[in-house]
Structure formats: structure tokens, C-alpha cells
């Protein structure tokens, strides 16, 4: 029989897939508890308002109801607000404005969507029939929803402790160098850019039971969650005190989550306090227009970016001013995605000397903004790469030139940035250069031609960017204002035949853990990898873990295994010796076998589990019957995946359609465990990134209103939306990781929408565009070309 | 209270359901069969696609009372009895077709239902188009249009096409 | 959803005296529009009036006419081999609508009663001079359609079929909302002996209309040029989030060209 390869670097078929395939997959919407209630949120309807009185009576009284909840029943139990996980200072030192976030609208209503009352009947029509009979008498308030709006000087305020509606005005790097750099530059290049807010919309939407057991007093919390443990912990200890050992928290399947579902939401905490309240189950699912008012949107920033050049094209100077928009309320990590996790990327793969960043973070009556695939990554790689562009055109030198000019070569690395990060590691002359040749960059002007023969203006764009994940080292997000630490566990538990269950805190939600986590451990350990399982979302079976998102399950998670596996071995090296009656220095591990060095004498793995669990030969003096351990792995850096994506438009300059006709990206993620996961993953971000280019855009009104509030006005990708992506990788390793990996989970999300309008920009260069912003619709090309044809025809 | 009754994967059910019963609340809250989804109210992602006498139908957009005397399949009900695999399933599997699995129940369903359609062949753009009444936000829809491709010849008897 | 009584008649003259004893009442086609409403708790009906057993589905063609029973699916016009010969682009038109899901459950009756101003059957039936008959009489397209959601159909009032009469040449070109799908614009352009006639949806404020500048142009001339120069006032244009008022005038334009060539 002909072994197949089921170690690192093989596109092993997913172990989760059976279960989805066959419809048997446990989704929290798919699970019921005896006993269950349902609830019903009534949400605001008011961008802004004072709430002057809440009437449940005739709710109460409504057929199957069982309770009806306001802030009032929370606070008479000591309920606490939603907590924000990461503190940012401002430039004067000040810490941000941290306002109160109410599990339910306490006195005042900021968004359309703010929870205001909670409903709870015996089924899920009835609760959304009574909820019906709520009445909530308001007076309205006046707005903001934009950017513009919100910093306008006389703008209402959201929250009346955040004067000019600032949550803080934040910088970083140094601004007298970047001045005076500025001040000798032979070219100075501005551009304005906005990053379009957009809705996450993983389409499993959000669902939470509560439950509690009466008799050992413990709650269950089963949730669509990307981290369970942060769940437990934040719910628990700031909102309803309740200790940990008392509080289970389950995330079983999750249907995707990028980012969206990292977040504790109110929804979490009112289940689980109200079966205390009732001891009855509670159930919530989320219905999708609920989910665009009351999941945390991604993105929303305005930005101006001006770069200093030498007369050679040589960057010596970059100056960034953002505003970001946090909606109305501070999501769990909100303050950290325009700062930390955008402004520390503004050097990119470029070695600019000196580099200044401030961002003003605003409230406005919106959904709060968090974390969405990539979160400030995508804003910083969206900046740069469209202001590479419009270098190249305003200064004539060739945009491909103008990038090699300035990468930080592959022998800098390690490479200090000027905006806090290290880079351990790149190659981004090879990922460039690997890129344009799988896209035939060179091929490009006949395609263009012929593309022209059939009325059709064809655009190329390239990005080439680096970004930074496998979050993180928790001593330098703690002085970077983190709240929490961001290390990673695993145990691992080899039992008595052999096989081995492997216990990680990170959650998968799509991303194929089931089957990488398997391939290395199975590899690493030398057991078969139908011998291997993985046990994800449930802090009753889990140590500890702080979940997935930010591309680091494999490389924090993944690492965290490695060195419980470390353990593992070094345990079964001192089993080994006693067996062989060698000396534990001469014990070799490989391939699954301990083995006496230079001699045939050896023990295999199973062999050792089994001694470890009938020590009946054993060093019982000095070991440990069982085979179990437990490591906790704190990166000592970031990981920096980086890459070249290149894209190819077509448009239709009649109506203004678009069409990616070739998308190619080359990524540099690390070490690689299996092709074909990592290729889907790269898929997914790039399709969110065309998404986000190109279709999608969270619109509100100058009111507050959300104008794409559903998928009938907000445009989700779909099949005929999107070419086939052709996905390559070229390897630099992580070099502070045992694995020597990276992260993939955000690369396509991060390196595509630049890519994307660089290629609409070119397509339509000549009709003067020199900046579009996202997405680029057909309504908006039409009207640049329309104008522009007006324009000639006037001249 | 208004019955129906209706054949849900071979099996003849008789259920008592309100006027406004859709027919995936049936599924899932009195069948039990929650492998069919709901991932919108606006009758656009296509998770809760099932096959109602043959042909692809949302099952959110379905009342449970039109399905009576119907026969209905759901994603539990693809596979053989013995368990093995419908093609669909395989290609998908294969293919590396999902990530999250949420909407591929409903994918899977549309996907065969397109193929079964489309006796004559589907190139690339007709299983785009044909997909458009479901949503993925994982996969980029690449390796779900390489399954429908790929399962095409098993389903209509012709030599299957191996995987890269 | 709130709930409601349901009925499946299996006559027609008793569908009619259900939906005539209820001004409540709603009668239930595909529910491909009005299942969603409903959803949306936008409609309290005190009764769904199903009309899938009165026999109402089918196609049959003449010489001159193609006749498609109101409970006629979209996907089974569209799949048509004898609507495919007789009026292509009526087939081209139904493979348009929403998508396959949709398209097996939705139902010609279904969208002309509803009249929603972006769906695509309303420009096939005001181009094509259909007519429709309903449990009581014959009405004419052109007096069909009386602005957004709005019909001549009398509360009870059930359509029957729809006769299309057979064009020398005919096609549907549809812009598609990039989000909903439905019609941004939808023009269906339709050349008779006795001249052109060109209706448009997803356009307007009052739903599906005919151009009559285009029409006078292009039955002097069928050819996509004819209408080169005419500008489609934008004042009584929707505008939203994807498309401007203008924007959608110059669509009318650049789809209606379109048809012509296509056709």
C-alpha cells in the first residue's frame, strides 16, 4: 500500500469537510435546549435620540411572553457596560474617551440599531410580536454620520464627554524630521483618499444561547464566536461578573467570522443573564438587516497622504492625517485597528526614512467600526499603493520602477521601521518580479489594443505590499495600549494507544484548522494523521486561548503546539531511555521513533504512550506516569506576510461596467503546511478585496439612516462578480517562529483593493482621473468618463 | 392548526404548521433537518436552497403549505443511503469548494440542480451565472465553480476530471 | 411574519369568491415578491389565497401568438423550446429574472399583479402589446399598468394568461441593479408591421413606461443609430445609492441601442 503524504507542505483533503457536506455541522442557530426561550431585541429606529420613556406594559401582557427587560432590570443588577479591550493615548498624553456602552440604550439612542429592549417569549414570532407593542417615546436629536459631518465645528456630539466628537487624536513618528524632509524634497506628492465602510457579513449570522444551571450555579454561553475565551473572560469579569470557573463558553461551528465575530456584543451578555434571571434557556438569532445594524462594519476612514521625493524618485519623507470613524459606541478593539494595526504599516515594503502619522478617531450615530479582515492593514496598503500610482504619474517615472527603487532590499531585513515594527523577514523583489511574470505584465499593452478593438478600455494595476500579524507579542501591545495579553495555548494529549487529541485556544471558522493543526502534529509527532484530532470553542475543555483573527492561529497557535509537542518528545526521550537503558542524551527522536544514537535500538511512539499510561517498567522516581502537556507561546514579534497583486480591468465605457478580467497575486506567507488551504484563503481575502474595490459600501445618509441596509441594496460578491484567481508563493521564513510561518488569513484582503483601482485608474488615464475612491461602480465611472467626454466636447 | 404533509428525503411526514410556516422553519424546526440554512431575509444568499420535485427552490421563500404533496430534498438527503457520496458532494470536497460550510448546503443544492439542468454542458460562465442566487463570502467562488465543473462528467456518466 | 389563514382552491371561480369575501385577503402566485414582504411583516393579510391548484400554468403558441397561463414559471418560459422559436427574446427575458432558485418558483401572473417598477416581465407586456385576461375580461397592456404597485386588476381580480403577440423581431436587454439584481433598467424593444414599441423598467418613478421618442425613431428606422441624439429627460428618473436619474436616462439610451442590435 502506497503511504499517502499527509505532512506539512501536502494539500491534504479538510477532515471538517464531511460534516458540511452532508449538512451535519453544528452551527449555534442549529442547536435548541429543553425549556428554550427566544428573544427579540427592539432596536432603535433613531440615529439620535432621547429616550423620554419605555412603555412594556401591553408587551408583557402579549401572548407567550415571558419577560421584557430594559437597562433598568440590568442596572438593579449590577450589570456593567460592553468594555473596550485597548486604550489609546492622545498626542497631549490624555487617554481616549471611553464612553459608556450599555448592554441596553440607557437614556439616550446613537445608532440606528442600539438595543433598547429585550424581549423574551416562548417562541420567536410571539417575542417579535410583543416587541411590536413596546413603546419607546423618543425626541430626536440631531446626527452625524460622516466623517465630515461629525468634525464639522458646530456638529452635534454623540456623547456629550467627547468634545468635537473626539475619541483621540493619536500620533506617531516624527514630525519635525518628516517637516523638514519635506522642506528639501524635489517633488511633494498629496492625495485624499477615503476607505469605504463596509459590512462584514459572514453568512452565518450572529446566534447566542444562555443557559444556567441552577444546581452547580454555572452559566453556558454557546455563541458565534471567533474566541470563546476572550468571550468568557470580557463577558464575565466587566459585564456580568461572573467568575470564569462558573461561565462555559462554547463556539461550536462557526460559519466565518473576518473579524466581525471577535467582538463581545450585548446580545451575548443579555442571554446569559437573563436564563439566570429566568432559569430557562435563551435563544437569539440574528436575521440578516438585523445584522447590518448591529454587527461592527469594517473600515471608514478619510485620509491624506503626501509624499517627499529626491529628484531620483528616492521616497525621503511620508506624512499621513486620518480621521477614522468609530460609530457610535468603542467596539472591543476599535482604537487599536486605525493606530496600531494601520499607521505602524505606513513604511510598507519601502524603506521611507522618516515617517509621520496622527489619526483622529471620531464617534458619530453609526454601527461601531472594528476590525474587518485585514483591520488598517487594508487602509495603510490602500494609501500607499494608490499613492505609488499617483507618484508615477505625476512624476513620470514608472510605477513598476518606482517600487524597485524604493523596496528595502532582501539583505536589510532584520529592517526597523520608522513607525515601530521590525521586520524579520522578505523578498519583495522576488514576489514583484514572480507576479508580473505570471500575469504577463509585459503582455499587457496588446491586450490592451485588442481590448480597444472591441470598445473596451482595459487597466492594469500592481500593489505590492507587507503587512503585520500572527497578533501578538503581549509585552509590546500592552505598552501599546492592549488590555489583554495575546499569547496562544495548546495541550496536547496523547493517549494510551497513540492517538492524539490536541486542545488549541484558537477557533476555526473556516479556516481548515481541523486539518493543518493535524498535518503538524501528525508530522511533528510521527503519527498518523487520522490519529490526530483537534478541539476548538469550549472553555470547559480548552485551557486557556485567546482565539482567531489577525492571521495568527498557525503562527501563535500553531507555535504553541510545537513547543507542547517539545515537551511531549523531551518526556518521551526520558521513557525512551529507561526502556533502552541509555542515557537520555543519546535518545534521537525522528519519524516517530526514539532511538539510541548510531544503533538500531529503538522505541516507537505508540510503544512510549502506552508506557506512560501502564508504567509498569517505568522511572517512576523521577517521572510522571501520562503523556500530556500544556504550552503557552508568546511571539517575540509580529509575522509580515507580504506579496504582489496585479489586476487586469476591463470597462464597458458605455455604461461604466467593470469587469476583473485576470487577477494574480504572488504572496510571501512563510512556511506553507498545505497548498490547497492557503491558496482558499487567499481566494476568499482577495474576492473581499474586489468586494470592497468594486461593490461594496456600507452608504448612510447625511441623517443617519443606513441606505444598504440588506443584500438588496448592498452589493455582495458573487460568482459572475469575480475571475478566477490564480494564487502563487514564494517563501521567505518567519524567523522568530519554530515553524517558520507567517499567516495568509488577511494577505488577499490587504494586497488586492489597491491593486484593483490601480487597474481602474490606468484603464481610464486617459479621460484625467487621478484618484478614484471605493468602490469603483459603474454609476461613478460612467460619470468620470461622462464628464470627461463633455469636457472634450466643450473644448 | 393546518397540516401538510410532504416526502422530505424519501421520508413521508404529516406535521401540523401555521399559515406562516416557511417551509425551512418545517426543516429545521420540526424535522430536525438543520443542515439547510438561513442566511438572510431578503431572499438572496440561497443557504436555505433545497430541491422541491426536482428542481432547485429557497426554502425561505417557500411556505411550508405550497410544499404539501411535494417531495422535497434536502443536503441530508444527497448522499446514497449507504453513504456514500452524491458527485456534488465529492467535487466539492475535492475541490476544496468550502470553508466555513455555511452556505454550502444550499451551494451543494444549487450546484446540483444546475448540472442536472445542463445536460448539454456548462462552461465557465454558465456556472457563475447560474450560481448567482447564492452568496459565499470565503471561498471567492474559485474552487466552487472548479466542483460544479469538475462534477458535471460524474453526474452525466462521463469520465471525471482529477483534481490538481 | 404575522400569520394568516391559508386556502388552496381548486377552481378558479372559488379563488375568486375567497379573495371577493376578504378585502384582506391576498392571492399567492410564486410568492417570489410577496413572501418576502410578508417577511418583512410589510403586509398583515388575513388570508393567502394559493392559487397553484386552479391549473393555471402552461404555454401554447400559434402563429401569431404565444399564450403563457399565469402560474407559469419563469424557469419554464425561459427553458421553452416553442417560446425560444416564437418570441426569443421573451424567453431571454425570463432567464433574466432573479435566479434559478427564483426562477422556479416565481410566476408571469405573479409579477404582472404585483407590478413592481423594477421587474422585467412588465416590459415584455407593454412592448409586445399583450394581452392580459383575467377571471372576468381582457385588457390591454396599455391599460394595464397604472404606476408603481398599481394595476387595473380589481382587488379579487385573478389573471387567467397573457397573449403575446408574435413581433417580426424583438429583444430584452436588462441592467441589473449590482446589488438586488432586479432592473436598474430593463428596455424591451419590440418591431411589428405596424411599427416599434419600446417600454422601459426600473427607470421611472411610476414603474414600466413606453418611450415614445424612441418609438417614432426607430419605426421610421429599426437600427440602433435611429435613436442617436435623443436624450431621455432624466426629471421622472429614480435615483439612489446605484444609479443617478441621469445616469439611468443614459442607460435607457445605451440598453435601448442595444436591443435594437439585438434583436
Known sequence: ?795 | MPQVTLTVNGKTHTVEVEGRTLLVELLREKLGLTGTHVGCDTSQCGACTVMMNGTSVKSCTTLALQADGASVMTIEGLAAADGTLHPMQEAFREHHALQCGFCTPGMVMSAVDLVQSHPQGLSEADIRHGLEGNLCRCTGYHNIVKAVAAAWPVMHGKQPVAAE | MYDFAYEKPAALAAAVSSLASDMEAKALAGGQTFIPVLKQRLNKPSKVVDLAALGLSGITVTADTVTIGAMTTHGDVALSADVQKAIPALAHLASMIGDWQVRHRGTIGGSLANNDPTACYPTAVLALGATIVTDRREIKADDYFQGMFTTALEQDELITKVIFPIPQRAAYQKFKNPASRYAMVGVFVAKFASGVRVAITGAAQGGVFRHAAFEAALSANFAPDAIAGIVTPADDLNSDIHASAEYRAHLIGVMTKRAVAAA
Open chain 1, 1 to 795: 500500500m502506497n503511504a499517502i503524504f499527509e505532512g506539512i507542505g501536502a494539500s491534504v483533503r479538510r477532515k471538517e469537510d464531511l460534516r458540511f457536506i452532508s449538512g451535519r455541522g453544528h452551527y449555534t442557530d442549529d442547536m435548541n435546549r429543553a425549556g428554550q426561550t427566544h428573544l427579540i431585541l427592539k432596536r432603535s429606529d433613531r440615529p439620535h435620540a432621547i429616550i423620554n420613556s419605555i412603555d412594556i406594559s401591553a408587551a408583557k401582557a402579549a401572548p407567550g411572553v415571558v419577560a421584557v427587560f430594559t437597562h433598568a432590570d440590568l442596572d438593579a443588577d449590577g450589570v456593567g457596560g460592553v468594555p473596550c479591550g485597548w486604550q489609546i493615548h492622545s498626542k497631549d498624553g490624555s487617554p481616549m474617551v471611553e464612553p459608556a456602552h450599555p448592554v441596553l440604550a440607557t437614556g439616550r439612542v446613537r445608532h440606528v440599531g442600539d438595543p433598547v429592549v429585550a424581549i423574551i417569549a416562548e417562541t420567536k414570532q410571539q417575542a417579535k410580536n410583543a416587541a411590536e407593542l413596546v413603546v419607546i417615546d423618543y425626541t430626536d436629536l440631531p446626527a452625524v454620520a460622516h466623517i465630515a459631518d461629525a468634525i464639522a465645528p458646530s456638529a452635534p456630539l454623540v456623547h456629550d464627554g467627547a468634545p468635537g466628537n473626539t475619541c483621540f487624536d493619536w500620533h506617531l513618528g516624527d514630525k519635525e524630521a518628516v517637516d523638514a524632509a519635506f522642506a528639501r524634497a524635489a517633488h511633494r506628492v498629496k492625495l485624499d483618499l477615503a476607505n469605504n465602510r463596509l459590512v462584514p457579513n459572514a453568512m452565518e449570522p450572529r446566534a447566542a444561547i444562555g443557559d444556567y444551571d441552577a444546581m452547580s450555579g454555572e452559566y453556558t454561553l454557546i455563541t458565534t464566536s471567533q474566541n470563546p475565551h476572550v468571550i468568557r473572560l470580557l463577558m464575565g469579569a466587566f459585564v456580568l461578573h461572573i467568575p470564569e470557573h462558573k461561565l462555559r463558553v462554547l463556539a461550536p461551528d462557526v460559519g466565518g467570522g473576518f473579524g466581525s465575530k471577535i467582538y463581545h456584543y450585548a446580545e451575548e451578555a443579555i442571554v446569559t443573564w437573563a436564563a439566570g434571571k429566568l432559569k430557562r434557556p435563551v435563544k437569539w438569532t440574528c436575521d440578516r438587516s438585523e445584522a447590518f445594524v448591529s454587527d461592527a462594519h469594517g473600515r471608514d476612514h478619510l485620509s491624506t497622504a503626501e509624499m517627499a521625493l529626491d529628484a531620483e524618485g528616492n521616497f525621503l519623507a511620508l506624512r499621513v492625517s486620518t480621521v477614522a470613524n468609530l460609530g457610535a459606541y468603542l467596539s472591543t478593539f476599535a482604537p487599536a485597528v486605525p493606530t496600531y494595526l494601520s499607521a505602524t504599516l505606513l513604511a510598507g515594503v519601502y524603506k521611507t526614512p522618516v515617517i509621520y502619522s496622527e489619526v483622529r478617531a471620531i464617534f458619530s450615530n453609526t454601527v461601531p467600526v472594528d476590525a474587518y479582515r485585514g483591520a488598517g492593514r487594508p487602509e495603510s496598503t490602500f494609501l500607499l499603493e494608490r499613492l505609488l500610482d499617483t507618484i508615477a504619474q505625476d512624476t513620470g517615472i514608472d510605477r513598476i520602477e518606482l517600487r524597485r527603487r524604493n523596496f528595502i532590499p532582501a539583505d536589510a531585513f532584520p529592517y526597523q521601521t520608522p513607525v515601530a515594527l521590525q521586520y524579520d523577514s522578505g523578498d519583495y523583489v522576488t514576489t514583484l518580479n514572480s507576479a508580473l511574470k505570471a500575469a504577463d505584465w509585459a503582455g499587457f499593452a496588446g491586450r490592451r489594443a485588442e481590448a480597444k478593438s472591441r470598445g473596451k478600455l482595459r487597466g492594469i494595476g500592481v500593489s505590492t505590499y507587507v503587512e503585520a500579524c500572527g497578533i501578538a507579542p503581549s509585552k509590546l501591545v500592552g505598552a501599546l495600549g492592549a488590555r489583554a495579553a495575546l499569547y496562544e495555548v495548546a495541550q496536547i494529549r496523547v493517549h494510551p494507544t497513540g492517538s492524539v487529541t490536541v486542545f488549541t485556544g484558537t477557533h476555526s471558522h473556516g479556516q481548515g484548522h481541523e486539518t493543518t493543526f493535524a498535518q503538524l502534529v501528525a508530522s511533528q509527532l510521527g503519527v498518523p494523521f487520522s490519529q490526530v484530532d483537534i478541539v476548538h470553542g469550549d472553555t470547559n475543555k480548552i485551557p486557556f486561548g485567546m482565539g482567531t483573527y489577525g492571521s495568527r492561529s498557525l503562527a501563535v497557535g500553531g507555535t504553541a503546539m510545537v513547543k507542547a509537542m517539545d515537551k511531549i518528545i523531551a518526556k518521551g526521550k526520558k521513557i525512551a531511555a529507561h526502556l533502552l537503558e541509555a542515557s537520555v542524551e543519546d535518545i534521537e527522536f525522528a519519524d516517530g521513533n526514539f532511538t539510541v544514537a548510531g544503533t538500531d535500538r529503538a522505541k516507537s511512539f505508540g510503544e512510549i504512550a502506552l508506557t506512560a499510561y501502564v508504567p509498569h517498567n517505568y522511572p517512576i522516581e523521577e517521572l510522571e506516569p501520562g503523556l500530556e502537556e500544556t504550552a503557552f507561546y508568546d511571539p517575540a514579534n509580529f509575522t509580515f506576510p507580504g506579496g504582489c497583486h496585479v489586476c487586469e480591468v476591463e470597462i464597458d465605457p458605455e455604461t461604466g461596467t467593470i469587469q476583473v478580467v485576470n487577477f494574480t497575486a504572488v504572496d510571501d506567507v512563510g512556511r506553507v503546511i498545505n497548498p490547497m488551504i492557503v491558496e482558499g484563503q487567499i481566494q476568499g481575502g482577495i474576492a473581499q478585496g474586489i468586494g470592497q474595490a468594486l461593490l461594496e459600501d456600507a452608504v448612510y445618509d447625511k441623517a443617519g439612516q443606513l441606505v444598504s441596509g440588506s443584500f438588496m441594496d448592498y452589493t455582495m460578491p458573487r460568482a459572475d462578480n469575480l475571475p478566477n484567481i490564480s494564487v502563487g508563493t514564494e517563501t521567505t521564513l518567519c524567523t522568530h517562529n519554530a515553524l517558520g510561518v507567517k499567516g495568509c488569513g488577511e494577505v488577499g484582503a490587504i494586497g488586492s483593493p489597491p491593486a484593483v483601482m490601480n487597474a481602474v485608474v490606468d484603464a481610464l488615464k486617459d479621460y484625467g482621473v487621478r484618484h478614484m475612491n471605493m468602490p469603483a461602480t459603474p454609476m461613478k465611472i460612467w460619470q468620470i468618463i461622462n464628464a470627461s467626454a463633455g469636457k472634450l466636447a466643450a473644448d
